[in-house]
């Protein structure tokens, strides 16, 4: 089993749901907290999940795309080899990439390691924190169904994330990365990300009546 | 990134001190009479290892978990470099005080000590070069290059803080002039690596750009907002603010001149007797600050490849807003309107 989470890039809107959620969650949550000990001077404090917004193109063809990243909970995660206390390990059940920040000693070298840069130093703890894939709301069976999946993936208004297990064929994520060319980022160091994208489609050819009843009256 | 003390102190001490026993063990084998003067040497060595070593706590943020370091030997440099350290240095020690323990210690098994500890600090300065070289994400590091100049630099640095210790302690030549002519064929070596590393840090630099990271075909793309990630990435050491142009060029100039101009300069002219003494001791003054600079450029110039999201890319303004009406604007609705 490899959970993942799969977001469509042509459904993003880069509303920031997802990165808030996640914090809020997160801070209030049982597993990690993330810490914002002064979170009313320094907004920018720890982020598990960051949107990333691109422009793309010249003016006037231009437009946005905005990527949300947090740790890909990769197949051959880079940040679980170089961790010498063995805090920073993969699940071997379902892949999820997890931090026990009683055996870490906070030497940032898995943050080092990490292609994505998705991994932050809490100076307060003085250990290293990542996504944790909301690994205490999937394994808590006394929530609803409905909130046993990451808070991100809950709350995304456009329903652009899907949560799911990859290696399952019949899973909508493991269809959805097959049918829609699903992709993941950088993929040439190796890492073999667990999260994917899907790309965005090229936008639709509009046509209007009188611009089809040109084309009939030209060709036909 | 921006390197803390610790992390300078151990890289840069672990390496002097590798280079200071190595010299040691080469002096002692070239001039075996000399082994009371070398002494002063191998001490040195045994205290800037051990002011390393002491760096290296300080680097930890929760020592306390300091005691499962060992726990990935199989996979982790860092688990790697903790033992052979760890080995290193404690070796050292028993080099330096053995023959204050048992003043009749046979010649041969002395001479077999100095060899093994001197292989052990061959070995710690290879593994704690690994640990940089092979991290993928980090492409500046990512190459054989880093492990040879990291050798290098602590190698040459050891062998001119030897040549000024033995100069400090009036008996500078005492390693006789094979051992000078090594150490300025080192110098000379040491400056061709440093070139190529800056050339492949060059190259780390400019491959990345934003439009890689997202994994889309190629187009211009331009990162318009790096998800709440601020300078200076307080949460996220990878990266740190990239170096301006001027401050980098000032610092390569910088360390080329203390690490290798200098230092080649003052060994390099025919020399006085009387003015040995005082231009060894500077040339290794020199290049222990030319050791740092370094140090300091190997982590502050490195390229991460997460970089591609953070942005701090210098802002290129827009080429098509302006306050200003444009004349060919002007004059193209002028020609519109018949004006
Ligand atoms: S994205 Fe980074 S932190 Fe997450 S598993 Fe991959 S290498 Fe590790
Ligand atoms: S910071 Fe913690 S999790 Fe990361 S490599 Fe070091 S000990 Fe492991
Ligand atoms: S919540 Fe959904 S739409 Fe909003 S930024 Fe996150 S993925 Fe995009």
């Known amino acids: 089993m490899q959970l993942t989470i799969i977001t469509d890039l042509n459904k993003c809107v880069g509303c920031k749901s997802c990165q808030v959620s996640c914090k809020e969650h997160n801070t209030a949550g049982a597993f990690g907290t993330v810490p914002d000990h002064d979170p009313y001077t320094e907004p920018d404090g720890m982020w598990w999940n960051r949107i990333v917004g691109m422009e793309s193109g010249e003016y006037p063809n231009a437009s946005v795309l905005y990527l949300p990243k947090a740790c890909m909970h990769c197949y051959d995660a880079p940040c679980v080899p170089v961790c010498p206390t063995g805090a920073s390990y993969k699940r071997e059940d379902n892949g999820v990439v997890l931090v026990d920040y009683d055996s870490c000693i906070g030497c940032q070298l898995c943050m080092w390691a990490c292609p994505y840069g998705v991994r932050e130093f809490d100076e307060h703890e003085g250990v290293v924190k990542k996504c944790t894939m909301c690994i205490d709301r999937i394994e808590d069976d006394t929530l609803p169904d409905i909130e046993r999946q990451p808070a991100c993936v809950q709350s995304c208004p456009t329903h652009a994330r899907t949560f799911g297990d990859l290696e399952d064929p019949e899973s909508e994520v493991a269809k959805l990365v097959a049918q829609r060319q699903g992709f993941t980022l950088l993929p040439e160091l190796g890492a073999r990300p667990a999260v994917h994208y899907l790309p965005r489609r090229q936008a639709p050819v509009i046509l209007d009546e009188s611009e089809v009843l040109r084309i009939m009256e030209e060709r036909y | 990134m921006r390197p803390t003390l610790p992390l300078l102190l151990m890289t840069v001490l672990q390496g002097l001190s590798g280079g200071l026993m190595i010299s040691f063990g080469v002096l ?146 005492a390693g006789g002039r094979d051992f000078h002519i090594a150490l300025l064929v080192g110098i000379a070596v040491l400056a061709g690596i440093k070139w190529m590393q800056y050339r492949h840090f060059l190259e780390a630099r400019q491959s990345l750009r934003t439009a890689t990271g997202t994994g889309m075909p190629a187009a211009p793309y331009r990162l318009i907002d790096s998800g709440t990630t601020k300078l200076p990435y307080r949460t996220q050491t990878q990266v ?100």
């Open chain 2, 28 to 173: 002692w084998w070239l001039v075996p009479s000399a082994l009371p003067t070398l002494d002063i040497l191998l001490w040195s060595a045994f205290l800037i290892a051990a002011i390393g070593g002491v760096a290296s706590l300080f680097h930890m943020h929760k020592p306390k978990a300091g005691r499962y370091i060992l726990r990935r030997l199989r996979t982790s440099w860092l688990s790697r470099e903790a033992l052979t350290t760890g080995i290193y240095v404690p070796a050292l020690g028993v080099l330096v005080i053995l023959p204050h323990l048992v003043p009749k210690i046979p010649l041969e098994y002395y001479g077999l000590g100095i060899v093994f500890t001197g292989v052990l600090g061959l070995v710690a300065m290879y593994v704690t070069a690994m640990l940089y070289a092979t991290i993928p994400a980090m492409r500046s590091w990512h190459t054989r290059l880093t492990v040879i100049a990291m050798m290098l630099v602590g190698i040459v640095s050891g062998m001119a803080v030897a040549e000024g210790i033995l100069a400090v302690a009036h008996v500078p030549g």
């Open chain 2, 240 to 339: 740190g603010p990239e170096l301006a142009p001027r401050r980098r060029q000032m610092l390569y100039v910088m360390m080329g001149l203390t690490l290798i101009v200098v230092p080649m300069a003052l060994q390099i002219f025919p020399l006085q007797p009387a003015e040995l003494g005082i231009r060894w001791t500077s040339a290794a003054i020199v290049m222990v600050c030319g050791a740092f600079v370094e140090r300091w450029l190997f982590f502050a110039d490195v390229t991460h490849s997460s970089r591609v999201w953070f942005g701090d890319e210098l802002k290129r303004a827009s080429s098509v807003s302006s306050n200003r009406v444009s004349p060919d604007f002007v004059r193209r609705f002028r020609h519109q309107d018949g004006l």
